[in-house]
């Protein structure tokens, strides 16, 4: 051997750090021989792993099922149901309230006629008293109420907003309450008008 093919062979032998080859063990697996020693190469990890089958439940003989107890038997109240007819008056004794200056004034509202007070307007469509046998004696009104400011003197009516319709009952002011920031509006009683005397009459 010369000595350039000499230096040649000192110099791969220093870059690969003494690796000479790859001999292949009886089983197939490639060696690394550096050096002094003999190690076999690292294998990739397989690209597919199996996943195995899920566990399945066992099954539960026959003989150990019951049948589920039947829930326990629930009576429901019916609601109450009057035979008689509720009383009905032609005029309302309602009650309104301020929450900025907490003034509060009891007022009569004739049904079918609106009522202002201050912004609002009530207008109540029908008032009843409770039948004689039912369970609790109340008085309950149909009423529609609408906020609407005043008219300023130059300016155009402001167009009404209802705020409120439905069923008020005198013994439970907050079964179904007025919803405003301002006002408070309950019911309080019903009542007939006052008869009007036969000399007071206009002829």
Known sequence: MS???????????TVTGGALAQPVQGNGTPVLQTQGSTLPAEEAP????????????PAVPQSEMKPAAPPPHQVVDKPFESTQKRLRFDVAIVQALDKVT?????????????VR???IVITVKACEQSASDEPMEDSIAYLVIDSQPRATPGKPTPMARQVFKGWM???S?????LQHPVYDVWMVTCRA????????RPK
């Open 46 to 57: 397989p690209s597919l792993v199996a996943i195995p089958a899920p566990l399945a439940a």
């Open 173 to 177: 002011p907050g079964l179904n309450p």
């Open 3 to 13: 000595a350039k093919a000499f230096i040649a062979f000192v110099a791969l032998i």
């Open 193 to 200: 008008s006052a008869p009007v005397n036969a000399s007071a």
């Open 102 to 114: 907490a003034e509060t004034i009891r007022f009569e509202a004739p049904v079918g006629q609106s």
């Open 169 to 171: 009952y005198a013994s």
């Open 117 to 119: 007070y201050k912004s």
